[in-house]
């Protein structure tokens, strides 16, 4: 399979009449409850980042699923829960801003954990919402934590281990058109190169900065050269203080080499060429509070 590139669809659109059932599914939920694992282990490629630490997601993240009768795109949305802050209410509103796109919504709950108010408040959007809900309880290779129903529009599915989601599929495809599909087959998303390369750094800073700084972090990809054999990128890890542009270099015999080590060799993995990456560590103080900004990195 290859990145999909809409100009090559431009070009070249003589498969696009084949039908099949197809149209847009949005996947939403609370922080952690594996929708990102659940896209990655469908599509059989790393689509979405994932790390234990909730809110990883910020952006909607496209992902195409194919089989013989249907194209299914899917949704990867971020995190839906309550805050006042203005960087976490823009994350909000692109979940929620999915639904009108999408034919059906998969609401995602973590079966091993109780109950919050994140849960609350996402049940209060979705009687909003006037589209298909199934309703999709994660994480069932774990104890369970809470009563899951058994009735028509309820899935239990394990991402880990890669099950039920035959049963998943036939509940989305149910709700269907029969339509050309959108994308040529081989496809399977819509990511931009620059998005991807951000989305690995910034999951290698997630996982090595753990509680301390990961969502005061964001990544800006400032050039890319790409041969046939070598893939050249010069990137920048932001922060939103000096202290903290300092915990990214100096930190356990300089962490940003770290982050560099096990970001070059998954881009290698995932392009499968040589990767020269040039990576720094700048601050941008109050970059959550910049609206220019954030519109570039959430939409």
Same mark, same amino acid.
């Given at each position: 399979?290859?990145?999909?590139?809409?100009?090559?669809?431009?070009?070249n659109t003589?498969?696009l009449?084949k039908? =099949?059932? $197809? &149209?847009?599914?949005?996947?939403?939920?609370?922080?952690?409850?594996?929708k990102? #694992?659940?896209?990655n282990?469908l599509? &059989?490629?790393?689509?979405s980042?994932t790390t234990?630490?909730?809110?990883?997601t @910020? %952006? =909607?993240?496209?992902?195409i699923?194919?089989? !013989?009768?249907s194209q299914?795109i899917?949704?990867?949305?971020?995190?839906?829960?309550?805050?006042?802050r203005k960087?976490?209410?823009?994350?909000?509103?692109v979940?929620?801003s999915?639904?009108k796109?999408?034919?059906?919504?998969?609401y995602?709950?973590?079966?091993?954990?109780?109950w919050w108010?994140e849960e609350?408040?996402?049940?209060?959007i979705m009687?909003?919402?006037? =589209?298909?809900? +199934?309703?999709?309880?994660?994480? #069932?290779?774990l104890?369970s934590k809470?009563?899951?129903p058994d009735?028509d529009n $309820?899935?239990?599915i394990?991402?880990l281990?890669?099950q039920?989601?035959?049963?998943l599929?036939?509940?989305?495809?149910s709700h269907?058109? #029969?339509w050309p599909i959108y994308f040529p087959?081989?496809?399977y998303t819509?990511q931009?190169?620059?998005?991807r390369?951000?989305?690995?750094? @910034? !999951?290698?800073?997630?996982l090595? #900065?753990k509680?301390?700084?990961?969502h005061s972090?964001?990544?800006?990809v400032?050039?890319?050269?790409?041969?046939?054999?070598?893939l050249?990128? +010069?990137?920048y890890?932001y922060?939103?203080?000096?202290?903290? =542009?300092?915990?990214? +270099?100096? %930190?356990w015999?300089s962490?940003?080499?770290t982050?560099?080590?096990?970001a @070059?060799i998954?881009? !290698?993995?995932?392009? &499968?060429?040589?990767?020269?990456?040039?990576?720094?560590? %700048?601050?941008?103080?109050?970059?959550?509070?910049?609206e220019?900004?954030?519109k570039?990195?959430?939409?």
């Amino acid at each position: 399979m290859i990145e999909l590139n809409l100009q090559d669809i431009l070009d070249n659109t003589s498969d696009l009449t084949k039908e =099949k059932k $197809v &149209w847009y599914v949005a996947i939403i939920g609370r922080p952690n409850a594996w929708k990102s #694992t659940f896209v990655n282990s469908l599509i &059989w490629e790393k689509i979405s980042i994932t790390t234990n630490i909730p809110q990883t997601t @910020r %952006k =909607k993240v496209l992902a195409i699923y194919n089989d !013989e009768e249907s194209q299914i795109i899917f949704f990867d949305t971020p995190w839906i829960h309550k805050s006042e802050r203005k960087f976490n209410e823009q994350i909000n509103n692109v979940a929620i801003s999915s639904f009108k796109d999408a034919e059906v919504i998969l609401y995602f709950i973590d079966s091993s954990r109780d109950w919050w108010e994140e849960e609350k408040y996402i049940r209060s959007i979705m009687e909003m919402v006037n =589209k298909p809900i +199934i309703k999709v309880y994660t994480k #069932t290779d774990l104890q369970s934590k809470i009563n899951i129903p058994d009735n028509d529009n $309820v899935v239990k599915i394990s991402s880990l281990l890669k099950q039920w989601f035959d049963e998943l599929l036939n509940k989305v495809k149910s709700h269907l058109k #029969t339509w050309p599909i959108y994308f040529p087959e081989e496809y399977y998303t819509k990511q931009d190169i620059y998005f991807r390369i951000s989305e690995i750094i @910034r !999951e290698k800073a997630f996982l090595n #900065t753990k509680e301390e700084l990961p969502h005061s972090v964001y990544v800006w990809v400032e050039e890319i050269e790409d041969t046939d054999e070598l893939l050249r990128i +010069i990137a920048y890890i932001y922060t939103e203080t000096d202290s903290q =542009k300092y915990i990214i +270099i100096w %930190k356990w015999w300089s962490l940003i080499q770290t982050i560099w080590k096990e970001a @070059r060799i998954e881009l !290698e993995k995932i392009f &499968w060429k040589k990767v020269f990456l040039a990576l720094r560590a %700048k601050a941008n103080k109050n970059w959550r509070k910049d609206e220019k900004l954030l519109k570039e990195l959430l939409n």
